[in-house]
């Protein structure tokens, strides 16, 4: 796909992005977080040459987002271990 390309067009069914796009992504969350400070979010991104991975991004209301760039494979790992972290801090 090309920007030229109008989003129904796109060959990818899952994206989610609105208007011309060369980044394909599917918003899998959007998370409100420590006492409603942070803004956390969640995407599977893939561009039109590249592979499909994981975006992580965090934010406030004062500072610019910071974007971690995942594989699956590394995704998944986290995603592990703050699953291993919730449930030691909930004993």
Same mark, same amino acid.
């Given at each position: 796909?090309? *920007?030229?390309?109008? !989003?129904?067009?796109?060959? /990818?069914k ?6 011309e796009?060369? &980044? ?10 420590w006492?409603?400070?942070w803004?956390?979010?969640i995407?599977?991104v893939? *561009?039109d040459?590249? !592979?499909?991975?994981?975006? /992580? ?7 610019a987002p910071? &974007? ?5 494979d590394e995704a ?6 703050l699953i291993e ?7």
């Open positions: 796909m090309t *920007t030229t390309t109008p !989003p129904q067009e796109c060959a /990818l899952w994206c989610n992005e609105a208007g796009h060369r &980044t394909h992504r599917q918003y899998v969350l959007s998370l409100i977080a006492h409603r400070t803004l956390v979010g995407n599977v893939q *561009t040459d590249g !592979p499909l991975h994981v975006e /992580l991004t965090a934010t406030t209301r004062w500072s910071a &974007t971690v760039t995942l594989q699956p998944e790992a986290v995603g592990q271990a972290a919730a449930t030691r801090a909930t004993r």
